[in-house]
């Protein structure tokens, strides 16, 4: 069989050893096969004439925009391999390319519902853009935030008035207290009982006035507000109308050809409500159009193309999974029933590593974990520092673990057998008293010696457990650096982390605002490599029970 859409390697590949099962797409090495494939592919970028789009290769402006890419190896009924390309969502602000497999749907087709109801929701939008930048409107917004204020001044002035007039009849009775008899200084009493609730129900009602003068000037403002709501109201109903329409236009297909839209996908997820964008990524895109066309899946690889992103740490040509918010569960179902490999986050990566003790007394142990080997259970593999040491140590109370270390980092490691001593050793991290230094290399020469890089993280919510650059909801995020050494295109630095957030130095270090060089090895950020070249290298904290402060120091072996 062969389709528009299927291309033809351009080298004799006859000496290349097919893989034995499909790729693991949110965890692997890309096949020669596949990367065969992304050669030429990565060439036609470079050289067509198919289409503007800037991606930022020359120079970066506010309008570049790297592109996710994708090739998917195949074979047709007649045995013969070739190769499918996609790209994730949109590209020169068009969904269908020639050179590409096409949507799983093409809500931009040309008269098709989505585009005019879009259209409906750009009038809508132009509109509201349009009544909220009036003259008369923001007029009336300056006269009634003046009139509040205002308002809010004489309520004030006449409480202090109010508060002017108490104090004066308390020291007059102060006073009369002394010179006048006790009638009469009942009568002023009462008097003055009198003269308080006046002022009182005086204020109220100047109060009430005043509130009542302002609803004018708020109606006056709010009239104007009316047709802004209704046609907010109404965009939002139209939008929710669309997307809903959207999501069962979607519809995937398995090797079997049984078909599920997004929303059966994603009903027994949590939140239920597919994501935007789902199934506009490249390996929906590339495994539809296979499996529609009778095509066998071989091997899979996808890669950045382009400037990065602001918020991910994404590097040209660097291969990356498919992500896990929007793709996991889709594929879950377009790859039921195909032979492919083993899922490798299932493995425990600790098998036949060992825990250096590296000091240990009565209350705490210092220890260098390896690389490749959790501080504390995960989902699937439950081998750990924290069951390790437990075992080893039955006896101890409360957590035993004051921090981590990521799984892939090696280094120094302080474990507590006690939970008194735990409280006071994480007291020790919060208040920042424990100082860390790490060693990595850098894929990538860092320019200035040393410096400080300060940009706030969060998880990112489509494809855990990366994290992602991000001013607005981000947590602080603060690393100082020191340079070692440059060699043959790589950095050995010094890190001392001033706050500890989740792969806090492997983003500093590959971000484009940071460092813009990932550390070698790393999975995530960078490449992968034999290990994650990250090493909690050195420590200084205070004892809790001789209050003496200890160091320890650990070579990385890299």
């Not at 992304?38 to 120079?59: A, I, P």
């Not at 853009?129 to 009634?144: A, G, I």
Request: proline content about 5%; overall charge neutral.
């Amino acid at each position: 069989m062969i389709t528009d859409k299927l291309h033809r390697f351009g080298i004799d590949i006859s000496k290349i050893v097919l893989p034995e099962k499909f790729t693991f797409p949110f965890y692997y090495e890309p096949h020669p096969i596949a990367l065969q494939a992304v050669g030429e592919l990565q060439e036609y970028l470079l050289t067509q004439t198919d289409f503007n789009h800037d991606f930022g290769l020359e120079e970066v402006t506010k309008n570049s925009l790297g592109k996710m890419f994708g090739v998917l190896v195949v074979s047709d009924e007649e045995g013969q391999l070739g190769y499918l390309t996609a790209f994730s969502g949109k590209l020169g602000d068009q969904n269908v390319h020639p050179h590409f497999v096409p949507p799983v749907f093409d809500m931009l087709e040309e008269g098709s519902y989505f585009v005019e109801e879009s259209a409906k929701l750009d009038v809508l939008n132009k509109e509201i853009l349009k009544l909220e930048t009036q003259s008369e409107l923001h007029n009336r917004k300056l006269k009634l935030e003046e009139e509040t204020q205002v308002t809010k001044h004489k309520i004030e002035q006449q409480k202090i008035e109010l508060k002017a007039s108490q104090k004066k009849r308390q020291a007059i009775r102060s006073k009369a207290e002394i010179e006048l008899s006790d009638d009469a200084y009942i009568e002023l009493r009462a008097q003055h009982n009198q003269e308080s609730i006046n002022d009182n129900f005086l204020l109220r009602e100047y109060t009430v006035y005043l509130n009542e003068m302002l609803k004018h000037v708020q109606a006056s403002y709010d009239e104007l507000g009316v047709p802004i709501k209704e046609r907010k109201a109404k965009m939002k109903s139209t939008s929710f109308a669309l997307q809903s329409w959207l999501f069962e236009q979607y519809n995937f297909l398995n090797i079997a050809r049984e078909s599920k839209n997004v929303i059966d996908i994603f009903k027994h997820k949590i939140p239920n409500v597919p994501p935007s964008g789902a199934g506009d990524c490249a390996a929906p895109k590339l495994f539809q159009y296979a499996f529609f066309n009778g095509l066998k899946p071989i091997a899979l690889a996808e890669f950045w193309w382009g400037a990065p992103p602001n918020s991910n740490s994404r590097k040209h040509k660097y291969f990356y999974p498919a992500c896990r918010g929007k793709c996991e569960p889709i594929l879950g179902h377009m790859l039921s029933g195909v032979d492919m490999d083993p899922n490798p986050l299932l493995e425990n990566p600790a098998i036949g590593k060992e825990l250096e003790m590296i000091y240990e007394d009565d209350h705490l142990l210092v220890i260098n974990k390896p690389a490749e080997f959790m501080s504390v259970p995960g989902k699937f593999v439950t081998d750990s520092v924290q069951e390790r040491l437990k075992s080893k140590y039955p006896n101890s109370t409360g957590p035993i673990i004051v921090h981590r270390l990521d799984m892939s980092t090696s280094g120094l490691m302080i474990v507590t057998k006690s939970k008194e001593v735990h409280k006071v050793l994480q007291e020790q991290f919060k208040t920042r008293k424990v100082k860390k230094r790490y060693i990595a290399l850098l894929d990538g020469i860092v320019a200035k010696n040393e410096g400080y890089i300060n940009l706030p993280l969060r998880v990112d919510l489509d494809n855990r457990p990366y994290q992602i650059v991000c001013e607005e909801h981000g947590k602080s995020a603060r690393t100082k650096y020191e340079v070692i050494s440059r060699s043959d295109g790589q950095t050995r630095i010094h890190f001392y982390p001033i706050t500890g957030r989740t792969h806090q130095l492997r983003v500093h270090a590959s971000h484009h605002l940071g460092l813009n060089a990932p550390i070698i090895g790393d999975d995530l950020y960078g490449r992968r490599g034999e290990r994650l070249c990250l090493h909690a290298e050195a420590i200084w904290f205070l004892h809790p029970v001789s209050k003496k402060e200890l160091y320890f120091e650990v070579d990385s072996g890299f």
